[in-house]
């Protein structure tokens, strides 16, 4: 039930546009690669709030008679990530309850690390709970909170929590963007035709011709209503731990975020990086597509070793597809790469990949370029450092004991996946490159967790993931 923790997500919000299911839509479909499990939207009408929520990809949970069950001029829009074990649909956001000052939907991406704590003692007073995810334990705790209006009820459920949250609450007449304090989630303000945009990232503003105005800064709680928008502080931010991971694997090359930075430019420096670091002789260099193609360009306009395209990805492989049994099964990576032969054949191969996390992926591959393609030489280059901590803050890493890099040498990785060398981006070289590196969380390279786990969670976490 681990995975029931996680929550990665892609969230979209508009306030002010007649047709902001429709917007929501759309710009949920530029987030499809930050969950794929489950899509769902909440509108409101300034009246009522109405929901549409549906298990699979955005295309697939939303058609026009559903959108067209979604009216009014305000709507949040959430994709669910997909990990095992909770691909129910009670579990798909936004969460809708009512309470005693009105209706509430909320969307969140992150992860709460005390939410099991809150939900006990939420429990104990009589909160019944149908979900396993964190954002209904922040309706409750909304609604269970103490204060005179709603705005006090939210500072005060937000200061019980505690982990990672880039969130946006709507209600009848307002939405609600918020950022948890260390700001581990990007989440970005924009503006269409008068109307207000907040979305995980900025490709989906480009897709409905947004424009960019600004980030929801860490801490800040963001409402925007009748009278325009309104800043609240729910604490200052002492210290800030942007997700380092959102530029290695997480986020859209054509994303700007943390404050307007390029995830392409970032990966494409990565490689560059990673070619003054390790450097060996080759013909050619070539991506893991896709997430490893800035990273490996950047790489080979440093080292002047050509670059191309040696896999080939097949981008329709999605979730629906079924393996056949018995003797034709088993596909694994196969089914999303192949090589190009007659690029590869008899070559010294540099081959650029985002990141290792179990290694089984790594291994295919290079058995893949040397079987499959006919390479000479494999020479495995990852654009980050080996990936040691699990994330509890909302990436989707497996426990301690699973991350390769946490229990074996380098050397013993690259006996492991058969390359002929194996090389990581340094810290050092990695954090040389990110602007106000000091302002991020690197602690699936170095350990080092930003935010702390409060009280018997802390063992529970460690039982978990050792
Ligand atoms: P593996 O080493 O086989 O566990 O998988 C590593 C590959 O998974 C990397 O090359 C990444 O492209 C991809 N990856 C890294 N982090 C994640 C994540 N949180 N969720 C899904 N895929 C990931």
Do not use: W
């Amino acid at each position: 039930m681990i995975h029931d923790i996680h929550e990665e997500c892609g969230i979209f919000g508009v306030y002010g546009h007649p047709e902001a299911a429709n917007l929501t839509y759309l710009g949920l479909y530029a987030l499809q690669h930050r969950g794929q499990e489950g899509a769902g939207i909440c509108s409101s009408d300034g009246r009522h709030l109405f929901l549409e929520k549906s298990r699979g990809l955005v295309a697939d949970a939303f058609n026009e008679k559903r959108l067209r069950r979604l009216p009014g001029h305000i709507s949040i829009g959430h994709n669910r990530y997909s990990t095992a074990g909770s691909s129910v649909l009670r579990n798909v956001q936004p969460i809708v309850a009512k309470f005693a000052l009105g209706t509430l939907a909320v969307a969140h991406n992150g992860n709460l690390i005390n939410a099991l704590e809150i939900r006990a003692s939420l429990e104990n007073e009589g909160a019944i709970f149908q979900s396993s995810s964190d954002s209904e334990v922040m309706v409750h705790l909304i609604a269970h909170s103490k204060g005179d209006d709603f705005y006090e009820r939210v500072l005060y459920a937000l200061k019980q929590i505690s982990g990672a949250f880039s969130l946006l609450i709507l209600r009848e007449k307002e939405l609600l963007a918020i950022r948890d304090p260390y700001g581990v989630r990007p989440l970005s303000l924009g503006i269409k035709d008068g109307a207000y945009i907040v979305a995980s990232e900025t490709c989906a503003f480009d897709l409905i011709g947004a424009m960019y105005v600004r980030d929801i800064e860490p801490g800040e709680v963001l409402i925007i209503g009748e009278e325009g928008l309104r800043s609240m502080k729910l604490m200052n931010s002492y210290k800030k731990a942007f997700c380092v991971f959102e530029f290695i694997y997480f986020s859209r090359p054509d994303s700007n975020i943390f404050g307007g930075v390029s995830v392409n430019e970032m990966r494409k420096e990565f490689g560059r990086q990673l070619a003054r670091e390790s450097m060996n002789n080759a013909d050619l260099v070539i991506p893991v597509p896709d997430s490893g193609v800035p990273a490996a360009i950047g790489f080979s306009e440093e080292s002047k070793v050509p670059f191309d395209f040696g896999l080939i990805r097949n981008h329709y492989v999605g979730r629906t597809f079924i393996e056949p049994k018995h003797h034709i099964r088993h596909f694994g990576v196969k089914i999303k790469l192949n090589p190009v032969r007659k690029l590869l054949e008899g070559k010294r191969v540099i081959v650029i990949d985002d990141s290792i996390v179990r290694g089984t992926t790594s291994k295919k591959i290079v058995k893949m370029v040397k079987e499959g393609g006919g390479a000479k030489e494999v020479h495995l280059k990852i654009c980050s450092p080996p990936t040691i901590g699990p994330c509890f803050y909302g990436i989707d890493t497996p426990t301690r004991q699973e991350l390769i890099a946490s229990t074996h040498l380098v050397e013993e990785i690259r006996k492991y996946i058969t390359a002929d060398s194996l090389s990581y981006l340094s810290l050092e070289g990695l954090k040389r490159i990110i602007p106000g590196a000091h302002n991020y969380c690197t602690a699936c390279f170095d350990n080092n967790y930003p935010i702390s786990f409060p009280g018997e969670h802390l063992e529970q976490m460690q039982f978990l993931f050792r």
